[in-house]
């Protein structure tokens, strides 16, 4: 499985980005699929998800900010950024895992590039 990230850039506080997530190759095998961010200094953390026949994860710090869909038939993942803030700047990464479980924890197996995203005050 390969993914490809984009939609990344720079934008004001307060501005949004829509970030899209490609997937190819053996996609039908494909449980969840996520959005993760590693910013300046930080851990990387799991930002939010879609399982398969589940209502989507959202970490706290995004949530009613960010929006997440899959279209299942492009295999594709899509992330709405609203309400962008200084301390979103990260570079942000789509995973994907054909395993079951608790999307906190579950292990991500596949991952994309990452696509930087810039948020000025």
């Known amino acids: 499985v390969q993914l490809q990230a984009s939609g990344g850039g720079l934008v004001q506080a307060g501005g949004s980005l829509r970030l899209s997530c490609a997937a190819s190759g053996r996609t039908v095998s494909l449980y969840s699929m996520g959005w993760f961010r590693r910013g300046p200094g930080k851990e990387r953390e799991l930002l939010t998800a879609?399982?398969?026949?589940?209502?989507?994860y959202y970490a706290e710090s995004v949530k009613g900010r960010f929006t997440v869909s899959r279209d299942y038939a492009k295999n594709t993942l899509y992330l709405g950024m609203n309400s962008l803030k200084p301390e979103d700047t990260a570079v942000y990464y789509c995973?994907?895992?054909?395993?079951?479980?608790?999307?906190?924890?579950?292990?991500?197996?596949?991952w994309g590039q990452g696509t930087q995203v810039t948020v000025s005050s």
């Open positions: 879609v399982s398969r026949g589940s209502s989507p």
């Open positions: 995973a994907a895992t054909d395993r079951r479980g608790p999307i906190a924890t579950v292990p991500f197996d596949y």
